[in-house]
């Protein structure tokens, strides 16, 4: 293993500190390839001796579609990986065989697999996570991957999940603007699929909007919102729905 490198799609940041930990235990001078806001720059492929820690979020059960597609122009040599998602406590349902199946054929060799829980984008649900005890279990698992390669493990790790997969891959909820919009543009310029207009803000392309509340995280002036009777009662009864806490999965 030469070099190690961490690659995110990862609006509100959970995925990328999931992927990132792993990546820094293994390698405390690991590359770092954000693919949140725009796809990967033209590249030589990764090589067999390189290890790549992929991290993204699930959707309603799937991969978001600009993760797979950003993904989908890397290339690997027999490049052994990581594959990691970050779900918000209810389930992660067949994203994580999905990231695994993408990858594969890119010429990538998934060793070692990982669930973890994150916040939740709707609601109060697992607020602050990945908290200090994810970290430290991302750490052990991360040493379990390193003796694994020390030791010469191929084997890929059984990821549950079914083919075809379910629908998912976006949320059903679209920002609200208040009048508190300066027309600054940053959520216009952070939006990870360019689904606000740039001329009003206040409009947002619902076709192409993944629900992953990245503007409302970001706005300034706190004009973005969810602030609707819908999404109030909805996020409510979600919250106390998905109040038990999960535990991470981690797969050898």
Same mark, same amino acid.
């Given at each position: 293993m030469s070099h190690v490198t961490a690659v995110s799609f990862s609006p509100t940041g959970g995925s990328q500190k999931g992927a990132l930990s792993i990546a820094r235990e293994l390698d405390p001078n690991c590359s770092f390839l954000d693919l949140t806001l725009q796809p990967p720059a033209a590249r030589e492929p990764f090589g067999p001796t390189d290890l790549v820690v992929f991290g &993204? *979020?699930?959707? $309603?059960?799937? /991969? *978001? $579609?600009?993760? &797979?597609?950003?993904? $989908?122009? /890397?290339?690997?040599?027999?490049? *052994?990986?990581i594959v990691t998602v970050t779900y918000g406590n209810r389930d992660f349902d067949d994203a994580l065989l999905e990231l695994a199946q993408l990858v594969t054929p890119l010429g990538f060799r998934p060793i070692a697999a990982a669930a973890l829980v994150a916040q939740h984008t709707y609601g109060e649900i697992a607020v602050g996570r990945p908290d200090q005890a994810d970290l430290e279990q991302n750490v052990l698992f991360a040493q379990q991957v390193r003796q694994k390669l020390d030791q010469g493990g191929t084997t890929p790790p059984a990821i549950p999940g079914n083919y075809p997969y379910r629908e998912g891959g976006a949320g059903a909820f679209h920002p609200r603007t208040s009048e508190a919009c300066v027309h600054c543009g940053t959520c216009v310029r952070e939006c990870p699929v360019g689904a606000i207009d740039a001329e009003d803000p206040s409009r947002i392309d619902a076709a192409h909007c993944l629900s992953c509340f990245r503007c409302i995280k970001v706005c300034p002036t706190k004009a973005k919102n969810m602030d609707t009777p819908a999404y109030r009662t909805f996020a409510a009864a979600f919250s106390l729905k998905l109040r038990e806490r999960r535990d991470n999965l981690y797969l050898l």
């Open positions: &993204a *979020p699930v959707y $309603s059960g799937r /991969l *978001p $579609s600009p993760a &797979a597609a950003r993904f $989908s122009m /890397l290339r690997g040599q027999n490049t *052994p990986c």
